[in-house]
Structure formats: structure tokens, C-alpha cells
């Protein structure tokens, strides 16, 4: 098995403080990392030792008004899941490269580097692990290539 379960679900909300709150008062859970641009809020909410929510507010997004029925809510924006190894990572990303599932780029986000690819259906997914490679503290935006992976 090349994967030691997921690493995190994204989710879109309408207000994030909301979700920080109810996730914060229910579970325990604590906002670990935190990013605001024009119209866009992007955080992570630790909810266990090796589990995130990654949750994205988009200004005039609606996604997260479609609660009902069951099985009418839409897909998940993402998964993410948890390699197990940095050389079970560099095994998928193997075996996906191979299949046409993903292109060779890596981003590195600081404290983990992530692959995204997607499936049969078309759902877009990432393979994260530990970056080995991680300063301290240092969170990297969306598009930092991993050095490791630079041809």
C-alpha cells in the first residue's frame, strides 16, 4: 500500500469564519494556516495529527449553497491523499506520469509537496507527503515548483 490515508478534503464555504468556529467549538479543531487575496480566502483547519480541511471562500462562489438532496450536492472540489513515504510518493507519481494521469510538475507548499491528477471520472485529486525538504514555518503559494523535481 502506497498510501497512509487521506491528507486532506477541500471544501468551499460561504463563511469561513463560521466553519473555523463550528470545527473550533465541536471538534477541537485549530486553523493552522491562513491566506486572504482579493475575493479569495484559503485556509487549513487541522482536524486530527495526520488530517486537514483545506477550506476555499471565493467571492460570488455558490457551491456551498447546494446542501440537498444526498447525492445532488455536487462532487468534492478536491481529495488529497497521503503518500506514505516520500518514495511511495515518487512510486505514484511513477505510475500516474505513466498513465497520462498527471504532468511532471510538483508544487512545493512549504510543510508538503503535492501532486495533482485526475481520475478515470475526471475528478481532480493530489497526492501530498512530507516535505523532506521543508523550512520551518515557511508556507509556499500555489505554483512553487519543488526544487527536487526541477529538470
Known amino acids: 500500500m502506497l498510501l497512509d490515508g487521506f491528507n ?10 463560521r466553519l473555523h468556529a463550528f470545527y473550533g467549538e465541536v471538534f ?4 493552522a494556516h491562513e491566506m486572504r487575496r482579493d475575493g479569495f480566502r484559503f485556509s487549513i ?12 471562500e471565493v467571492d460570488g462562489n455558490t457551491e456551498a449553497e447546494r446542501q440537498t438532496p444526498m447525492l445532488g450536492r455536487g462532487r468534492l472540489d478536491h481529495l488529497g491523499l497521503q503518500a506514505a ?58 505554483g512553487t515548483p519543488a526544487a527536487r523535481y526541477v529538470r
Open 8 to 17: 486532506h478534503v477541500a471544501v468551499i464555504t460561504a463563511d469561513t469564519d
Open 28 to 31: 477541537g479543531a485549530t486553523v
Open 45 to 56: 483547519v487541522d482536524i486530527g495529527p495526520h488530517a486537514e480541511l483545506n477550506v476555499f
Open 85 to 142: 513515504s516520500i518514495e511511495a510518493f515518487e512510486e505514484i507519481r511513477r505510475r500516474l506520469l505513466e498513465r497520462g494521469a498527471c504532468d511532471e510538475f510538483v508544487t512545493d507548499f512549504g510543510p508538503v509537496l503535492s501532486l495533482f491528477f485526475r481520475d478515470p471520472d475526471g475528478l481532480e485529486a493530489e497526492v501530498c507527503v512530507r516535505n523532506p525538504d521543508a523550512e520551518p514555518g515557511r508556507h509556499n503559494p500555489p
